[in-house]
């Protein structure tokens, strides 16, 4: 909270949803008591995404350089997802999930938090980021990789992220 310029002395409660805490969700676990999120979504997504970010057009020459950096970081957020699955203070909740069932998971992580769920956060208001791209969690969008990368593309991926099998969404 010290370190945060978005957080005011007087805030009681938090969120934040910065992903690299996931690498590091037993130190998270043992500095709070709080209850937490998980987010994940399947590796094909992961890497459409970051593949979108680089703003090139040819995926396997991108991807060669990517692979390893990325499987590691992966590696170690899927191994701290595992260990903590089954902690009650822990709740997972992936994209796909969230896109294909979005009340009911909606509902599902505000009660896990101790908070209510409003149907007004199903929509978002304010596309404050060029990234954000719609006004609700849609399956276009947790399902984009289908239509943005092609088949030996995806096999790609399936290959080197397939061991992370709880988050391949079939």
Not at 115 to 135: K, Q
Request: glycine content about 4%.
């Amino acid at each position: 909270m010290q370190a945060s310029t978005a957080i005011s002395d007087d805030t009681v409660a938090i969120f934040d949803k910065t992903p690299r805490y996931l690498s590091e969700l037993t130190t998270v676990l043992e500095r709070c008591d709080c209850p937490v999120l998980v987010s994940h979504k399947d590796p094909r997504a992961i890497v459409c995404s970051d593949f979108k970010r680089a703003k090139t057009d040819d995926f396997h020459a991108w991807y060669a350089g990517y692979r390893d950096d990325k499987l590691g970081y992966v590696k170690d957020c899927y191994n701290q997802f595992i260990k903590h699955r089954d902690n009650p203070r822990v709740a997972a909740v992936s994209l796909e999930d969230l896109a294909m069932n979005s009340r009911a998971t909606m509902e599902r992580m505000f009660a896990h938090v101790g908070e209510r769920f409003d149907l007004g956060y199903a929509i978002i208001d304010d596309l404050r980021y060029d990234n954000v791209r719609s006004r609700t969690v849609s399956p276009e969008i947790a399902f984009e990789y289908r239509r943005f990368l092609g088949k030996s593309e995806q096999e790609a991926i399936m290959k080197d992220f397939g061991c992370f099998d709880a988050w391949i969404y079939s």
